[in-house]
């Protein structure tokens, strides 16, 4: 087998990744990372902002961004900013508390808001001016309110949870003061509701926009959010059509952060000048730091792209790893794993020469610098397969008198100080016996179990000496 794969354990810096297997942009790549047609691309044209960066509640109608910011009493004012302006200016509404936002087409804006009392409700402001125009209270029967959004027609709407746990977006009627039933339930994946195109209404996961049709239901992704170079989590959806997506967008770069707005364009792929595609492989959660690497590196090669695939979305238990070992073995893998867990078989993977020593990338890298303990932690058979942003300690610490001159502790150890010292508390009130023998077998199963050999040393007097010591500690936590 000749292909070879880039490996992450976690999550890591992107590597100059040029000898890696790539896919040319033409190809479809796979999963939910597909784009919605292969004859299409999405390009992103970004304006930078008089706004501040962290502001709550974007909302955009017309050529008018609104937003509240936080006061010097911490109370919140809504602002607007018309397009071309110098700057935004404030307007009249101010509240101590704010819950949800939505700016309507006919000029009027409604704001979910409280007092000091925490009773909540609904108040229609001018968005010439911020006077407010009415108010009417919030009903708790229709469930818990997440946000408000703007619906077709100028009408308001609502993120609502239910009591019985549903999610979706419900219409409010204003001469009741009520939210409706139901128009589009949320599947577990959507992390946000955005706003409307036309009568779909657009959702975000943790990987891409979604649309979802207003009569059928039917869901499609529109793009990656990392085929924008952007996070989903700093990107609030202001406006779309069929060919055109609007964001405001949150950035932070060398220390500073500024506010953009990011107009992504639905254009022909012809027009578009071809990256080679390096597909990476998201196994779990993709972590924030992870997602921010892949954008960097997207926004400064000019012929490389790297484009995520996740191995969860819609699986359950171990179907996507399942998946994703399947398609390595067959020879048609991504080209970079991020491992979240350890349900891989990383040494017979290794044996068989499927991944790439990384050292010949990173000795050409002057500015990665790996400790040398974790490297050897990482490396197999004299081999750097995986790499890290960072790693964790777990440790202990007290008094030369109790725990001696040098470093090292033992389970015997231990017990020995927990003897002479018996007012001594040795690890914090929420370590039970359970928590304790996890993390000793978190920290020592290759000590006990070795898979590839097939052999197991539970029976060893080291594993009944931890047993032994585990039954001392509490079975519950203290109250």
Known sequence: MNRRIFMLITAAAMLLAATA?????????????APASGEYVWTTEEQELPIPAIVDMPSMAGDTIYFFQNEEDFSSSLYAYKLGDEEPAKLAFNTPWIYGFAA????????????????????????????ELETVP????DGSLVTLIAMPGDKLGAYIMTMTGKRGIAPFNAQTGRFGDMLYE??????????????????????????????????KSLFNWLDGNLNYQAVSVLGADEDSVVCFSRTIRGGGANATLVTLSRVPASSVKEKTVLTLAVTGAMSDYLRGAVIDFNRSSQEYKVEAITYDAGDTGLAGIERLNAEIVSGTAPDILQLDGSAFPIKSYNDKGILVDLRQYLDKETDIQLHPTAVRFLEQDGGLIMISPGFTVLSMIGGSDIVG????WSLADIASALARNQEMQAFPRAVTRMTFYIYELIMNLQDFFDKDA??????????????????????????
């Open 138 to 141: 919030f009903n708790t029967a």
């Open 21 to 33: 297997c790539g896919k040319t942009k033409t190809e479809t790549p796979k999963g939910s990372a």
């Open 104 to 131: 309507l087409g006919d000029g009027t804006g409604w704001i979910a808001k409280s007092d000091q009392t925490m009773v909540m409700e609904l108040c229609k402001v001018d968005l010439s001016t911020g006077d």
């Open 454 to 479: 097939g052999i197991s040393r539970f029976d060893s007097d080291e594993f009944k000496e931890i047993l032994n010591f585990t039954k001392e500690l509490p079975e519950n936590y203290p109250t």
């Open 405 to 408: 001159e040098e470093p090292g």
């Open 186 to 219: 949320l599947p577990v994946d959507v992390v946000a509701s955005e706003c409307f195109s036309g009568n779909d209404l657009l959702v975000t996961t943790a990987l891409t926009l979604d649309s979802v049709d207003n009569n059928s239901k039917e869901r």
